[in-house]
């Protein structure tokens, strides 16, 4: 066989070969949480509340709820920075002291309605047939009343307080939590690992809390960042209408209740409670969107 000159050798033109495709970097949770710049200003404004609930009191030398009748209606000033009201205490501390009341409020009330919709949402997805009926029946008549009207009936029935307001609220929340995790198991409950899970000889309970709850989590934990900001929201429209908190409690929706008589003449009174309630609903929504981005695999990959 006749070998190759090196003229024809030299005019062989070898192509490069391709580089490999870029590996894609997996990025961690948090990463992809704190590069969001609006869930990290929502996770400041979270952490600067639960700040100023822990350590605010203890670095206040007023009393919230002792009147001095001789300071009443003043502004904002150096030895009150927020101003005090109608009877003279003193609006930063008693803001201070509501940190730990709303904080408490919607994070209880939201383990409440988690505790009771999550089980019942994913035991009726699962199962189906007339178990899915019963539950969706009842998530429908909740659902037909307005959450601020349920909560009313409840605290009325119930009296007004904390633990009422906790209690009426956490009702008022387990629709949505019911709806999204039966959502989740219908569509888990058909994926190839839960059939063989079942083939298996595995329980229903077994697969309930080994399968379907930790893959239904995601959506859930989402739900539950953004449901406290509305679950302190309700909390405060409560209080407002007296049906929340109790006076002398410095409660930041019976506060805003107390100071619209004076929102003429001293608006402090109701500017600086609601702003504090604005900021920490904003602040729980903002870190919802991003635990959504974070917790989507699809953008933990770069």
């Not at 894609?24 to 969001?36: D, I, Q, S, Y």
């Not at 008589?261 to 919802?288: C, D, E, K, Q, R």
């Amino acid at each position: 066989m006749p070998s190759a000159s090196s003229a024809e050798l030299m005019t062989i033109v070898r192509t490069p070969a391709a580089p490999p495709p870029p590996r894609r970097r997996r990025v961690g949770f948090g990463a992809v949480l704190v590069r969001r710049r609006t869930a990290l200003l929502g996770l400041v404004l979270i952490a600067l509340f639960v700040v100023v609930a822990v350590v605010g009191p203890a670095l206040s030398g007023y009393d919230p709820n002792t009147p001095v009748l001789a300071d009443r209606l003043r502004g904002p000033s150096a030895n009150h920075v927020l101003g005090t009201d109608d009877t003279g205490r003193d609006i930063a501390t008693r803001i201070a002291h509501g940190a730990r009341i709303s904080l408490l409020m919607g994070v209880v009330a939201m383990a409440i309605s988690a505790a009771v919709g999550v089980p019942l949402g994913l035991v009726a997805g699962y199962l189906g047939g007339r178990w899915d009926l019963a539950v969706m029946r009842l998530v429908d008549i909740l659902l037909t009343l307005p959450s601020i009207v349920l909560a009313l009936v409840i605290v009325s029935v119930m009296g007004a307080g904390v633990t009422s307001v906790v209690v009426a609220v956490g009702i008022t929340t387990i629709p949505s939590f019911a709806r999204l995790a039966r959502a989740a198991a219908l569509t888990i409950r058909n994926l190839d690992f839960v059939q063989a899970a079942r083939a298996l000889g595995g329980s229903d309970a077994r697969i309930l809390a080994r399968h379907l709850l930790p893959n239904a989590l995601p959506p859930l934990i989402v739900q539950a960042s953004l449901g406290v900001g509305t679950t302190i929201l309700t909390a405060a429209a409560l209080g407002f209408l007296g049906l929340g908190v109790q006076p002398p409690a410095p409660e930041w929706g019976a506060m805003l209740s107390r100071g619209r008589t004076y929102i003429v003449s001293a608006p402090h009174l109701v500017a600086f409670p609601g702003l504090a309630i604005a900021l920490l609903v904003l602040g729980f929504n903002l870190v919802g969107d991003g635990l959504r981005d974070a917790l989507d695999p699809r953008l933990r990959r770069l």
